[in-house]
């Protein structure tokens, strides 16, 4: 196919859509910069979850492409098992819309191993066209402990014509799950250093109001991300602050740990940003810090090093991935607040940001994308990966 431009079907429920601008902006953002720089053009489907009484489906367009956001039927308590059926249905309605009358497609792009990859076979087999998943997480460390995902999971192994893990941790997982270990490649997910590079530092401070040493946290306000482990950090820290990024269900729980804790006036939650706002949050915290208890490969790592500032991670798989030298930050000895607030003290002590900016320009898209190519052009010429 060298020589010709492809046409790329992307299936995820995990993209940016109205009313979500940061629900996956990781895969919108690896899309974006394979589109910029390798000749291929994409549609993207990316189901919204809606109840089954209310489906409707909707439109948007990212980074030069057409993408269709069929609601898919969910139910709190049984999307697990209901949402690969859900996915489909939605998939196959979406591939009748009059956007896409006769738009032949080359390959299938899909994201999370389940639910999405088993529709998107579904869809892949519809169109007699291939289908590569990429595994992101929690598709494969989290769900295959469940009997019903773990036999779908190894049926998206079998069947999947190539599979990208972001992260030499999860290509081993899936390996143990059973995947030849020549049909995983990794390919890390990158950075946008013209999105994330310093901006003006008294400036970020003085927007945010602060006047002393800084913590950063930036996620989802979920229990997987543990930011309760980072605010018990901030007690063994006397005089630092700590911002927090992102919106969930586990706010009020975490303003009222941070008030018993006497940390109420150090503790500030800004609710979820912009991605476009996020160079200045980085620029002005000292150091940022993720505690999950897991992760794929974390895009805040990288996006806060090439803000020049470093970070403090747990200690799980993927993360020694991300930060591997000092110019960094440092990967915990143990998921405790202790060992948090140690290394945050460390790294406050050593920081040198241009440094930590120097670090992060090495994880660059360009390489992810080229690799991208690599492995489409190997299963259209028949070579698998």
Known sequence: MAGRVLNLLT????????????????????????????????????????PPWALRDGESAACGATVLHPGFAHLRGLGQWMAPLALRRAGLRALAHPRLAGRRFDLIDAHYLYPDGVAALALGRRLGIPVIVTARGSDVTQMPDHPWPRRQIRRVIREAAALI???????????????????????????????????????????????????????????????????????????????????????GRLEALAVSRGLGERVRFLGALPHAELAPLYTAADVAVLA??????????LEAMACGTPVVVSRIPGNPEVVAAPAAGRVVAANTAEDFA?????????????????????FSWDATSAGQMALFRAVLAGGGA
């Open 292 to 301: 999950s208890e897991r992760e794929g490969w974390a895009n805040v790592l």
């Open 165 to 251: 893990a972001v992260s030499g941790g999860l290509r081993e997982r899936l390996i143990e799950l059973g995947a030849p270990a020549d049909k995983v490649t990794v390919l890390r997910n990158g950075v946008d250093l013209a999105r994330f590079h310093p901006v003006d530092r008294d400036a970020a401070r003085t927007l945010y109001g602060l006047d002393g040493p800084t913590l950063v946290s930036v996620g989802g306000l979920i229990a997987r991300k543990r930011h309760d482990l980072t605010i018990a950090a901030l007690a063994r820290l006397p005089g630092w602050r700590l911002l927090i990024a992102g919106e969930g269900p586990e706010r």
């Open 342 to 362: 140690a290394a945050i003290g460390e790294v406050a002590l050593t920081a040198d940001r241009a440094a930590t900016r120097a670090y992060a320009e090495d």
């Open 11 to 50: 299936f995820t429920s995990l993209f940016p859509a109205p009313g979500r601008p940061n629900h996956g902006v990781f895969v919108r953002n690896r899309l974006e910069h394979l589109l910029a720089s390798h000749p291929v053009e994409a549609t993207v489907l990316a189901p919204v979850p809606q």
